[in-house]
DNA sequence: TATTGACCTCAAGCTGGCTTCAAGTTGCAG
DNA sequence: CTGCAACTTGAAGCCAGCTTGAGGTCAATA
């Protein structure tokens, strides 16, 4: 079979029922059919959710990821999109690659504090000014 | 001068006052002094904002990043914590690099759904458990 | 065929992370 | 020394992303 009932699919996807109906409502999955009123999922549904799981890890809306993988429907994907996202995301790795660097760093400097390690001060500007992020105006 | 105002910090850190204030009160962050009501700040605060957006971007909750670089007054900072901290973000960043993959996958290749494309659906699964991330419960 | 546990819907509630508002204070340019 | 822009506080409001609750349905086991 591969017919999966709403509580098998969170089993699976380490997402709770409740947050699946949700991202129904959002347009963001949909049941394969229902079994009387029970929602019946096709198992590739388990990809889509990986999709919308990394998608929030990323920092992108619910909004934002139904636009992305919205693959239905429409003949010409927006590639040239896709690809900024693409960027976006890498943008994004750099950043957490310096953090994981602070973070070790933190870990292992023994200077009094890191305001006076200069080498930890160079690192924090190895990342001049990598976009604010901080979307909204 | 070293000496600056929320108003300064807030445009060189992307930050809004509010949001500074609000970390203030979190205890994320601290001015240095006051001169009559208003914060001043030493520019360290300005390092500190960005591992704060790091630790953002990387999904941590503000107290989280506030247990993190809490290494005032501590003698003994949590070591294996850092590091532990560290390796999720290091979790993370496949995510999201399968995430890049899987978004210029898709802007590419022309299978007429992605659940219909092997390689897609194999990407997919390269990842086969990378934890929850789906945090609570 | 009766029970039961997993599902259903819809509305209301919650949390984190800020922002906005109202009312007041203050440093500094003119 | 006046004016005003930039600050201050505390409380309330807002949005995304879910979760919870009440009350109901139904498929499959005993």
Known sequence: MNSLD???????????????????????????SRKGLRRQYDDTVLDRLALISMGQSAGFSLDEIGAMFQDSGQFEIDRPALHAKADEVEQHIRRLRILVRALRHVAECSAPSHAECPSFRKMMHEAPQLEPLHKKS
């Open 6 to 32: 709403i509580g098998e699919v969170a089993k699976l996807s380490g997402f709770k029922a409740s947050a699946l109906r949700y991202y129904e409502k959002l347009g963001l999955i949909q049941p394969d």
